[in-house]
């Protein structure tokens, strides 16, 4: 072990972007004093031929290399570290738990602008705030104006507001604000980032029902300590109130919250109604911003500027400068886990988080996942439910449709257009789901039976008739729509099944004189086309939504009363064993959709199977009569939350690399000697192959965590040392939430 003669300097432990597990030892620049630096830090480092950027984890005087062996660092680019110590100590929990290199750990808790290297300081932010003037008009003055109308209330009900708060919540607002600049309606503030905020709320709370209070009052009484609650409510319950009046108390003690949705697509309605009730700056975070706008958001937090912190599953890492709560909305959704690279699980990770800050997590769902009912039954979490929909909202009618042996049109049969027909005839809104984009998900030729498959992945070709394409959604392959069978030459080509596309246009033909809006990834691409599309559909200029998974859960549509579930049954065959319980929930959270205003609401699903297990408990005892015989099953064969699992997967250009990799990382787990896990495989995946790679994976399962992590820790640095491993492409995923 070199050691530095004493007061000659520092070693930097620091972690790199590297798929390597360790750290990297440098020499600190000449003179640093140990007072001035802390983990946490960037720096930037030689590494290979080049310099990256890397994170100061600890300081040492003490090196298991020869001093001439180490580098210098090349420079500082933090005089303050952008981590905390607990931030710090997340991380390290985190790459050790999911067996990740700590670098690549650290590295997703920054923004891209501050991975490269750029500046962390936040300028003195341009903000716009209304004149004595502006606050004291009549908005309606300006209706022959509506942008200046709109961007007026705003600041009526808002702080004032920096030019990245209007970036994310206007279009095109600089040429707005210059005319209420010129009307003197609005001026120029210059405000640094110690500016505080006298205001907490803009809006009153609604009135809560006792289910409701007893909610609030629980998280409340529990505020500055670590606790879990698993607050499970009905749709339409009212959880979002729950939130925002526990918020309200978590702001009065001069704290931050950490608010996490599963998917953009909830953001934008949860963004609205948080700026209409809280008076404080509110951050957002998904991957549809800007590099600038995330950077602005996550600098904004961590100083303090910012009070409420809403995003996706990445915003979970953002360092908080005085975190009081961690609220999970869906906390079920799959969309929680990363499912690539760091394949994380925010929820999870969101309790490790507050155990160690010492604050509560609020874990909301309408179908929480099986693995929270069962913390929730053996006391970890503590249970609130809300079991009744708020305000005069009535739960609504579920009803199987047995469509065998009937007539159907593009998947609708006559029954379910004659329900659709009289919720129309009362100018009430339509909402039809079905979880398949595009025209068709197959084109075969009538003649030879040929099918158009992808020729890297074992999958159809997917019709878009729109664009005339056949596309693969598995690796976004595209090639144009054939109208000649390329095997026997034949032009009888036809569509078989059904996509979102294929119904929006029979439902166009059908209900001629109505409005269709189709909401699935392929219409909202464009910026701002899922907003536009959603205030249509809230100012009653819709009659029938159509659309994909996102319309599943968290939207409000008060004036749909029918809800029908195209294809029901697409979900009930599955070799994954999670996909009872995610079908089950999606068609618990599609269902709340229907009668969640005033007007009472049908669900109707149409299916070939009515008598299946999975359906009738569904409509005749509830999510949670199933779940209850779903974890009972699980119980019985020994699947998580009984116990646990890690999956690892790997694929390769060549089918052979890949078994031979797993079966030399099965012989050494093997020579470990813990019998305790099982090891089942190597197996192909489910998709063997896909985007041209054979895919094939090795599952460890134990009956308890801890051994299952003891064979991993000890089988990783065997697995990296491997010569095999440079061959091929492989990944360790904790916790799986699919196998495939």
């Given at each position: 072990?070199?050691?530095?003669?004493?007061?000659?300097?520092?070693?930097?432990?620091?972690?790199?972007?590297?798929?390597?597990?360790?750290?990297?030892?440098?020499?600190?620049?000449?003179?640093?004093?140990?007072?001035?630096?802390?983990?946490?830090?960037?720096?930037?480092?030689?590494?290979?031929?080049?310099?990256?950027?890397?994170?100061?984890?600890?300081?040492?005087?003490?090196?298991?290399?020869?001093?001439?062996?180490?580098?210098?660092?090349?420079?500082?680019?933090?005089?303050?570290?952008?981590?905390?110590?607990?931030?710090?100590?997340?991380?390290?929990?985190?790459?050790?738990?999911?067996?990740?290199?700590?670098?690549?750990?650290?590295?997703?808790?920054?923004?891209?602008?501050?991975?490269?290297?750029?500046?962390?300081?936040?300028?003195?932010?341009?903000?716009?705030?209304?004149?004595?003037?502006?606050?004291?008009?009549?908005?309606?003055?300006?209706?022959?104006?509506?942008?200046?109308?709109?961007?007026?209330?705003?600041?009526?009900?808002?702080?004032?507001?920096?030019?990245?708060?209007?970036?994310?919540?206007?279009?095109?607002?600089?040429?707005?604000?210059?005319?209420?600049?010129?009307?003197?309606?609005?001026?120029?503030?210059?405000?640094?980032?110690?500016?505080?905020?006298?205001?907490?709320?803009?809006?009153?709370?609604?009135?809560?029902?006792?289910?409701?209070?007893?909610?609030?009052?629980?998280?409340?009484?529990?505020?500055?300590?670590?606790?879990?609650?698993?607050?499970?409510?009905?749709?339409?319950?009212?959880?979002?109130?729950?939130?925002?009046?526990?918020?309200?108390?978590?702001?009065?003690?001069?704290?931050?919250?950490?608010?996490?949705?599963?998917?953009?697509?909830?953001?934008?309605?949860?963004?609205e109604r948080f700026r209409r009730r809280f008076a404080v700056n509110i951050a957002i975070a998904h991957s549809r911003l800007?590099?600038?706008?995330?950077?602005?958001?996550?600098?904004?937090?961590?100083?303090?500027?910012?009070?409420?912190?809403?995003?996706?599953?990445?915003?979970?890492?953002?360092?908080?400068?005085?975190?009081?709560?961690?609220?999970?909305?869906?906390?079920?959704?799959?969309?929680?886990?990363?499912?690539?690279?760091?394949?994380?699980?925010?929820?999870?990770?969101?309790?490790?988080?507050?155990?160690?800050?010492?604050?509560?997590?609020?874990?909301?769902?309408?179908?929480?996942?099986?693995?929270?009912?069962?913390?929730?039954?053996?006391?970890?979490?503590?249970?609130?439910?809300?079991?009744?929909?708020?305000?005069?909202?009535?739960?609504?009618?579920?009803?199987?449709?047995?469509?065998?042996?009937?007539?159907?049109?593009?998947?609708?049969?006559?029954?379910?257009?004659?329900?659709?027909?009289?919720?129309?005839?009362?100018?009430?809104?339509?909402?039809?789901?079905?979880?398949?984009?595009?025209?068709?998900?197959?084109?075969?030729?009538?003649?030879?039976?040929?099918?158009?498959?992808?020729?890297?992945?074992?999958?159809?070709?997917?019709?878009?008739?729109?664009?005339?394409?056949?596309?693969?959604?598995?690796?976004?392959?595209?090639?144009?729509?054939?109208?000649?069978?390329?095997?026997?030459?034949?032009?009888?080509?036809?569509?078989?099944?059904?996509?979102?596309?294929?119904?929006?246009?029979?439902?166009?033909?059908?209900?001629?004189?109505?409005?269709?809006?189709?909401?699935?990834?392929?219409?909202?691409?464009?910026?701002?086309?899922?907003?536009?599309?959603?205030?249509?559909?809230?100012?009653?200029?819709?009659?029938?939504?159509?659309?994909?998974?996102?319309?599943?859960?968290?939207?409000?549509?008060?004036?749909?009363?029918?809800?029908?579930?195209?294809?029901?049954?697409?979900?009930?065959?599955?070799i994954d064993f999670h996909a009872a319980e995610k079908l089950a929930q999606m068609i618990v959270q599609v269902s709340g959709r229907a009668g969640r205003g005033e007007k009472s609401g049908k669900v109707v699903m149409q299916?070939?199977?009515?008598?299946?297990?999975?359906?009738?408990?569904?409509?005749?005892?509830?999510?949670?009569?199933?779940?209850?015989?779903?974890?009972?099953?699980?119980?019985?064969?020994?699947?998580?939350?009984?116990?646990?699992?890690?999956?690892?997967?790997?694929?390769?250009?060549?089918?052979?690399?890949?078994?031979?990799?797993?079966?030399?990382?099965?012989?050494?787990?093997?020579?470990?000697?813990?019998?305790?896990?099982?090891?089942?495989?190597?197996?192909?995946?489910?998709?063997?192959?896909?985007?041209?790679?054979?895919?094939?994976?090795?599952?460890?399962?134990?009956?308890?965590?801890?051994?299952?992590?003891?064979?991993?820790?000890?089988?990783?640095?065997?697995?990296?040392?491997?010569?095999?491993?440079?061959?091929?492409?492989?990944?360790?995923?904790?916790?799986?939430?699919?196998?495939?």
């Amino acid at each position: 072990m070199a050691k530095l003669p004493s007061g000659s300097g520092l070693i930097f432990k620091v972690a790199l972007p590297v798929p390597i597990y360790r750290l990297f030892d440098y020499l600190a620049p000449d003179n640093t004093s140990p007072h001035s630096v802390a983990p946490g830090m960037r720096l930037e480092v030689p590494f290979g031929k080049g310099k990256k950027i890397a994170f100061l984890v600890e300081i040492v005087r003490h090196s298991d290399l020869a001093l001439d062996k180490l580098k210098p660092v090349t420079r500082m680019l933090d005089t303050q570290p952008l981590l905390s110590a607990k931030d710090v100590q997340l991380l390290r929990w985190v790459s050790a738990y999911y067996h990740h290199p700590l670098g690549g750990v650290i590295s997703a808790a920054f923004p891209t602008a501050l991975r490269l290297g750029k500046s962390a300081l936040l300028p003195t932010q341009k903000r716009y705030a209304l004149t004595e003037a502006g606050k004291t008009i009549d908005s309606l003055q300006l209706k022959r104006a509506p942008k200046q109308k709109a961007l007026l209330e705003l600041l009526q009900t808002q702080p004032p507001l920096s030019e990245a708060d209007l970036s994310q919540g206007c279009v095109n607002w600089r040429s707005t604000i210059k005319q209420l600049l010129d009307k003197q309606l609005v001026e120029i503030i210059y405000a640094d980032t110690t500016s505080t905020v006298t205001r907490l709320v803009n809006d009153d709370a609604l009135p809560c029902n006792p289910q409701q209070q007893a909610a609030i009052t629980a998280v409340n009484d529990s505020l500055g300590r670590f606790a879990v609650f698993l607050l499970e409510g009905v749709t339409g319950s009212g959880k979002t109130e729950v939130y925002m009046q526990i918020i309200c108390s978590v702001l009065a003690r001069g704290q931050q919250v950490l608010v996490l949705v599963p998917e953009i697509t909830l953001t934008p309605q949860l963004e609205e109604r948080f700026r209409r009730r809280f008076a404080v700056n509110i951050a957002i975070a998904h991957s549809r911003l800007t590099d600038t706008q995330r950077q602005t958001a996550w600098l904004n937090i961590r100083q303090g500027e910012s009070a409420i912190l809403l995003g996706t599953r990445s915003a979970l890492f953002t360092p908080f400068k005085n975190l009081g709560l961690i609220i999970l909305d869906e906390e079920h959704d799959s969309s929680f886990k990363q499912q690539e690279g760091f394949r994380f699980s925010a929820r999870d990770v969101a309790v490790v988080r507050a155990k160690m800050l010492g604050i509560p997590v609020l874990l909301g769902s309408a179908t929480p996942s099986l693995e929270s009912l069962y913390n929730a039954a053996n006391r970890r979490y503590t249970l609130l439910q809300l079991p009744e929909r708020a305000g005069a909202a009535i739960a609504p009618i579920l009803q199987l449709l047995d469509i065998r042996n009937k007539k159907i049109q593009e998947g609708l049969s006559e029954q379910l257009l004659a329900e659709i027909a009289k919720t129309l005839a009362k100018n009430e809104q339509v909402l039809l789901f079905l979880n398949r984009r595009g025209f068709a998900p197959t084109l075969i030729c009538h003649s030879c039976g040929w099918v158009a498959r992808c020729p890297r992945c074992d999958a159809n070709l997917i019709i878009h008739s729109q664009k005339k394409q056949l596309r693969c959604h598995h690796c976004a392959r595209e090639q144009r729509l054939l109208d000649q069978c390329p095997a026997c030459k034949s032009n009888e080509l036809t569509a078989l099944g059904l996509g979102t596309e294929r119904v929006e246009n029979v439902l166009n033909t059908l209900f001629a004189d109505k409005t269709v809006v189709r909401l699935d990834r392929d219409s909202t691409q464009r910026k701002g086309s899922l907003e536009n599309y959603l205030a249509q559909i809230n100012q009653g200029q819709v009659d029938i939504i159509l659309g994909t998974q996102m319309l599943a859960k968290g939207h409000h549509f008060p004036n749909v009363t029918l809800v029908a579930i195209l294809d029901v049954d697409s979900g009930l065959f599955s070799i994954d064993f999670h996909a009872a319980e995610k079908l089950a929930q999606m068609i618990v959270q599609v269902s709340g959709r229907a009668g969640r205003g005033e007007k009472s609401g049908k669900v109707v699903m149409q299916t070939r199977r009515p008598d299946h297990p999975l359906l009738t408990t569904l409509i005749t005892e509830g999510y949670n009569s199933f779940a209850m015989t779903a974890l009972a099953e699980r119980k019985q064969a020994l699947l998580p939350p009984f116990s646990y699992q890690a999956l690892l997967r790997v694929h390769a250009a060549d089918e052979e690399p890949p078994q031979l990799f797993l079966t030399t990382v099965l012989e050494l787990a093997q020579s470990i000697g813990n019998h305790s896990v099982q090891i089942l495989g190597p197996v192909a995946a489910p998709m063997a192959r896909r985007a041209g790679f054979y895919r094939y994976q090795l599952l460890f399962q134990g009956s308890k965590r801890r051994e299952l992590h003891t064979l991993l820790e000890a089988l990783m640095p065997k697995i990296t040392a491997l010569k095999l491993a440079k061959k091929v492409r492989w990944s360790l995923d904790v916790d799986p939430v699919d196998l495939y």
